[in-house]
């Protein structure tokens, strides 16, 4: 699924119901990856699985207008 979404950026998603339209954009910044970590640690107390984001696939969805 992930390199299909690097592929086809624009997606939709559903949230209690409501549908958005967005656009993916993978995260290739190590520091915006490393602020990521720290936040999911914080609510989740452990950290992600992958620490280097060469090796992670986490995108940043923006509102498609």
Do not use: C, I, S
């Not at 339209?21 to 989740?44: C, G, I, P």
Request: charged residues 35%.
């Amino acid at each position: 699924w992930a390199e299909h979404l690097e592929a086809h950026p624009r997606a939709r998603l559903e949230v209690e119901g409501m549908l958005y339209d967005v656009d993916a954009a993978r995260v290739v910044d190590q520091a915006e990856f490393d602020a990521f970590a720290e936040a999911y640690e914080d609510k989740y107390d452990y950290e992600p699985r992958n620490g280097d984001v060469t090796e992670a696939y986490l995108f940043r969805l923006t509102p498609r207008r």
